[in-house]
């Protein structure tokens, strides 16, 4: 019998964080003690005012469909946010909502990529960056973002890597699974590299409100009008208002692309979840201070934990600026306890520790590995208890 999957697919990688999260649940379902730090969402409920607005939106019969690029209005609240956060002025046409910035990603790449076309995506990365620009038929081009250079890749490095091929860079700040910024002079250098190379500059702000330590967000489309006109800023309320699973993100940028996306997602999804939309309306329009708590919760679980990590044997840890992640370098540890390589480290941790991270082999980083601190501080410093002892019971001299 022919072969019935498309060969697109057979570049595909699976998600390690799903892999690891699904052992972890099946542990957990048995009635082994696991403390998983593996996710990639706040452990907050959405805000009360948010979920009425969602369900008096119901309640007023606004359950049809509404334009595949979204709400008008919703549209407009985005539009006053960038307008509001970053002094940024974009009209209806450049904005489209999607069902979660990851669909957005997807849709954008879908668009812009012909086969052979490439992507420069820094490392360490967000694990489906590369695989939904294989599936656009594009190539990533992977830079690395070292450990000395706080995981953050330099203009220089970018411009060493394009060629007559390149059609974008992948900028992700804060980024996951980093929590590492760009400095405004950073950026100022990027996209001055973009501009001399004509590249389209894919700017991941989906965390930008988890920054801590007074850092500051920027976007390269506040550096000048030029980069405000290559780059796409993708964002959502996921990680700012605590509604990952309401799926809902945004593009903002260039229109003629905005258009080719809407009319894209017209014939996959036709339109984002209507009620989220309404929800989503809400997290813009409404109080903004349940993300502030938010953000001053995470930060203190930060300060706290950061510490402890960094005590443990072989673990070399720099301290995040936002997001909700720490990425050690666990290199040292690797060749103390014996263990071939992180992938064999993270599971040997949670059949032997009951403690779940993520291994950095899924994210272009395989020395390292990520804990997220998106769970109550008690358990992470449990976890930490245990991968410290686990460490020392491993460790060979």
């Known amino acids: 019998m022919n072969n019935r999957l498309a060969s697109r697919v057979n570049t595909l990688t699976p998600s390690t964080t799903l892999a690891i999260t699904a052992k972890a649940k099946e542990m957990r379902e048995s009635g082994i003690d696991v403390i998983g730090l593996g996710a990639g969402e706040p452990d907050f409920n959405t805000p009360e005012n948010i979920l009425s ?22 549209k407009d609240a985005v539009i006053a946010k960038l307008e509001r956060d970053q002094g940024l002025t974009y009209e209806r046409g450049e904005v489209m909502i999607g069902v979660g910035a990851k669909h957005v990603l997807y849709t954008l790449f879908q668009v ?8 420069i995506i820094p490392t ?35 411009e060493n890597a394009v060629t007559d091929k390149t059609k974008a ?17 950073e950026l100022e250098s990027i996209v001055q590299v973009c501009k001399e190379k004509d590249i389209l500059i894919v700017s991941d702000e989906i965390y930008e409100k988890l920054i801590y330590d007074g850092n500051e967000h920027i976007s390269p489309a506040q550096l000048s009008e ?8 993708i964002n959502g309320v996921s990680k700012s208002h605590s509604m990952t699973g309401w799926r809902i993100g945004y593009v903002a940028g260039d229109a003629e692309i905005v258009k080719a996306m809407t009319n894209l997602a017209s014939h996959s999804t036709s339109n984002p979840t209507t009620t989220a939309q309404y929800a989503a309306l809400e997290a813009y329009n409404g109080p903004q201070d349940t993300v502030e708590e938010m953000r001053k919760d995470f930060e203190a679980r930060l300060d706290k934990v950061h510490p402890q990590l960094a005590e443990i044997p072989g673990f070399h840890v ?43 082999s899924g994210f272009g980083a395989p020395n390292t590995i ?28």
């Open 53 to 74: 607005a969602a369900i008096d939106s119901m309640k007023d019969g606004k359950t049809k469909y509404t334009p595949s690029g979204g709400l008008l209005e919703l």
């Open 169 to 185: 860079i992948i900028i992700n700040s804060p980024g996951n699974p980093t929590g590492m910024i760009y400095t405004r002079e």
């Open 112 to 119: 812009t990529l012909n086969p052979g076309d490439e992507v």
């Open 226 to 233: 030029d980069a405000k006109k290559r780059t796409l800023i």
């Open 124 to 158: 360490p990365y967000w694990v489906s960056y590369p695989e939904q620009v294989k599936l656009a038929g594009g190539v990533p081009v992977h830079i690395e973002g070292t450990t000395a250079a706080n995981f953050k890749v330099t203009a220089e490095q970018i």
């Open 370 to 397: 990520r804990l997220s601190y998106a769970t109550s501080i008690e358990l992470i410093e449990e976890a930490i208890r245990r991968i410290h002892q686990f460490v020392k019971d491993n460790w060979k001299e």
């Open 318 to 360: 720099l301290k995040p600026q936002g997001a909700f992640y720490l990425l050690p370098d666990v290199t040292e540890a690797l060749e103390k306890t014996g263990f071939a390589n992180v992938d064999d480290f993270a599971a040997a941790l949670l059949t032997e520790a009951n403690v779940a991270i993520i291994p950095g």
